[in-house]
């Protein structure tokens, strides 16, 4: 666990009388996190979504933090600044990393444009359990979908620092697992990602 | 819900394709937040840890967020002044909140001093799913027990702002539960808390 100094004093660790094994054992399954990253509109929310209830269907126990919802809440101090979302991110992969280690099956649907802040998140769970899924939706389908109409906005130059206009964003160099969705339901992109994840021991 | 105006824009809700009702069928239980408050020293996380196990052993899905515990990683950056405080117990709540849709016990254990910082908490779940338990040990019993040396330390004026000592504790007015604990085992606590839930219909 990277636990590095924090700004408050006078704190003990308290040992676990129970562990995330034993949490495990009662619900009959691995907790680990399933990180989309993706543009706007590539299909990250709607697909975490529908990998939900599938999952629920085979009754595990699943949880998606979403990157809009949860701005209206925890996050809700954020915006868009690369501080605010290097943040954000940090806020988002601290939280996975509770619901993983109550043995839930955490899907994070966020653009998380930047790849030094993916890998933080990584690093906060134990190994094997952070599952990268790229959606990897390109530019043209997702400016073409534009289902809130952001990249018009962004265009137009009335919404600055829009990821894949005029803010970057960093594709995964190594993810668990590459969606490509412009050819696929979200059906078939959510049994895919299933596949994927039995083939990593996590299903 | 509480959902005051966030600092970003451009934001949409997604509707849940699944509901808390839905995940609460494949858990067998239903999601809450029961939330200890108490002096330093009073047994909270103590008996928040035990009662997670007693869950477990009841094959409940329980999680503790933990004060100490939490304050390395999510809530790094906040010290102990009151603005900082008040934000650590925001932040709580609101992954309390996120725990208790996803259908978890979800048991929390913080000095939460100020009442209300605990009623914020309380607005941010559903009617009759937060369970406030005031952990009861008086004064002069947490500071003879003093499991970390905090006590010594503040009364020393080593330690400013402790609570109790020069910063104020707002004891609950209407709790849920109150656990008087200077008489009781940790098992008699949890067992005591585990009849008030199910007195509530949460068990």
């Known amino acids: 666990m990277s ?6 004093t006078n704190i003990t660790w308290h ?22 990253t993706g543009l706007s509109g590539s299909g990250k929310s709607t697909i975490a979504r529908r990998l939900e209830q599938k999952l629920l269907e085979m009754g595990r126990t699943a949880y998606v933090l979403d990157g809009d919802n949860l701005r209206f809440k925890l996050n809700k101090d954020l915006g868009f600044s690369p501080e605010d979302r290097t943040e954000n991110i940090r806020r988002v992969g601290r939280v996975a990393e509770l619901f993983c280690d109550a043995g839930v ?37 997702c400016e073409a ?48 990602l299933i596949e994927g994840l039995q083939g990593l021991g996590l299903l």
Chains 1, 2 share one sequence.
């Open 3 to 8: 636990t590095s100094t924090p700004k408050s």
């Open 15 to 36: 040992g676990a009388n129970v562990t995330r094994d034993e949490r495990e054992e009662v619900l009959g399954q691995k907790g680990c996190v399933v990180w989309l």
């Open 105 to 141: 099956i955490c899907i994070t649907a966020f653009i998380s444009p930047y790849r030094v802040d993916r890998d933080a998140a990584r690093e906060m769970v134990p190994d094997g359990r952070f599952v990268e899924v790229h959606v990897a939706t390109d530019l043209a389908t």
């Open 145 to 192: 979908r534009d289902p809130k109409g952001l990249y018009g906005k962004a265009r137009a130059g009335e919404i600055k620092g829009f990821t894949g206009i005029d803010a970057p964003y960093e594709a995964p160099a190594a993810a668990e697992i590459t969606l490509s969705t412009a050819d696929r339901s979200v059906d078939a992109s959510c049994d895919a």
